[in-house]
């Protein structure tokens, strides 16, 4: 689907650039390709306008700093297994990222089935709406945070505030708050926790900033 030209402002294109990012953060683990990413002078610039605003100045220093220490494989295989153990083993030490799992008010931990429920249809019907899909290398239900991140980022050239407004208020800014306590409560090495509240306190932000503007 072509941008609008309506919607496609500068404002908007920067909105799309942190819920590109936020997304991709959570895709998968942090690995050489997207932290040479973010460590181009374009990206470090970026983080550090993000960084002015005072909502977002401390959870993007802890992410600046991490990534000007990630200078080591062993660095990031720590990194990678932080994401692991927080995200993909499914135990009672980890958080699932699947917004199904809040909304529906299922027990993180119950049967698998559960992961391509309700909340997975209704991204897929989005999705096919918008004439998107999940890419066969990641293969996660449609519901996975980072999915509907992207599908925000997506949103945001191309959709009037009000839909937006929906959309962000109900697939993500009613249980990022749950979520990000879970994280901060596992997370030992603190890089996940910075991630997610940054994404709770972005997505607030927006939703106010959409709301008042609707």
Not at 28 to 42: A, I, N, V, Y
Not at 120 to 138: D, T
Not at 147 to 172: D, E, G, P
Request: hydrophobic share 40%; charged share 15%; glycine share 4%.
């Amino acid at each position: 689907m072509n941008k609008s030209p309506q919607y496609n402002t500068p404002v908007n294109q920067g909105r799309s650039m942190v819920y590109t990012l936020l997304s991709r953060l959570f895709a998968k683990e942090l690995d050489h390709p997207l932290l040479q990413e973010l460590t181009t002078t374009e990206a470090q610039a970026f983080l550090s306008y993000l960084e002015t605003n005072p909502l977002f100045t401390e959870d993007i220093l802890t992410l600046k700093s991490f990534i000007n220490q990630l200078n080591t494989e062993t660095a990031l295989l720590e990194l990678a297994a932080d994401y692991c153990g927080l995200f993909l083993v499914g135990t009672k030490h980890s958080t699932s990222p699947y917004a199904g799992l809040y909304l529906n008010n299922n027990i993180v931990g119950q049967s698998e089935v559960l992961l391509f429920g309700e909340q997975h249809q209704k991204m897929q019907s989005y999705l096919q709406h918008s004439q998107l899909m999940v890419r066969s290398e990641f293969p996660e239900p449609a519901d996975h945070i980072a999915v509907i991140l992207a599908y925000a980022a997506h949103q945001t050239c191309i959709s009037n505030n009000k839909n937006q407004l929906v959309f962000i208020s109900q697939y993500l800014n009613t249980w990022l708050p749950t979520f990000t306590d879970k994280v901060t409560a596992l997370d030992t090495g603190k890089f996940y926790t910075a991630v997610c509240n940054l994404t709770q306190t972005w997505v607030a932000s927006d939703c106010e900033g959409l709301a008042a503007h609707s």
